[in-house]
């Protein structure tokens, strides 16, 4: 079955940008998507297609995709942005995979 | 606004059965996919599985981790989505959410309940 593969943690330094990576075999040719979960929250959409943005969420967080790595970028990050976030693919063999999680700290 | 509430979450035996509810407003349900998406203590996010519109056949889709033990079955005129779980086993111990599903990605998720399986 198909992997996806994010560091466990990402730390950054408030107003500076935090780049999470999530791994797969040619995920440049499927679609990714993010979540953002907070400590006892459920998870919110914040990046769908590799780079759309659901409305509310602001204009800070940006996606990018291509060869074996999608990126999710949060700009001038915010001590509001720390938590936990998932990248997630529905694989071609009708199975939803959802990456392992990377705790984004705020320094 | 989208509101999804779930229901049903607690403590069960291995080998017991409990049905989680969801029930939906805000939207229209009938025509909306719908899954549910599991998080056991500690750890990250699983697909449990889905349920299309009956539009669009109403068929459903398992992980395979819950395939042939859980049954996903949605009720229109109530505006409720159920999750049956059959022969639950300790590692089945999550939060279960529901969630709409905007073709492959779940756009509004509920807050969660919890389901507990131990003896």
């Known amino acids: 079955s198909y992997v996806l593969t994010q560091p466990p943690s990402v730390s950054v330094a408030p107003g500076k940008t935090a780049r999470i990576t999530c791994g797969g075999n040619n995920i440049g040719s499927k679609s990714v998507h993010w979540y953002q979960q907070k400590p006892g929250q459920a998870p919110v959409l914040v990046i769908y297609?590799?780079?759309d943005r659901p409305s509310g969420i602001p204009e800070r967080f940006s996606g990018s995709n291509s060869g074996n790595t999608a990126t999710l970028t949060i700009s001038r990050v915010e001590a509001g942005d720390e938590a936990d976030y998932y990248c997630?693919?529905?694989?071609?063999?009708?199975?939803?995979?959802f990456g392992g999680g990377t705790k984004l700290t705020v320094l | 606004e989208v509101q999804l509430v779930e229901s049903g979450g607690g403590l069960v035996k291995p080998g017991g059965s409990l049905r989680l509810s969801c029930a939906a407003s805000?939207?229209?349900?009938?025509?909306?996919?719908m899954s549910w998406v599991r998080q056991a203590p500690g750890k990250g996010l699983e697909w449990v599985g889905r349920i299309k519109s009956k539009t669009d056949g109403g068929t459903t889709d398992y992980a395979a981790p819950v395939k042939g033990r859980f049954t996903i079955s949605r009720d229109d005129s109530k505006n409720t989505l159920y999750l049956q779980m059959n022969s639950l086993k300790t590692e089945d111990t999550a939060v279960y959410y529901c969630?709409?599903?905007?073709?492959?990605?779940?756009?509004?998720w509920g807050q969660g309940t919890l389901v507990t399986v131990s003896s």
């Open positions: 969630t709409t599903v905007g073709a492959t990605f779940f756009d509004y």
């Open positions: 297609y590799d780079s």
């Open positions: 997630q693919v529905w694989d071609s063999s009708s199975e939803v995979v």
């Open positions: 805000g939207f229209t349900f009938s025509n909306a996919w």
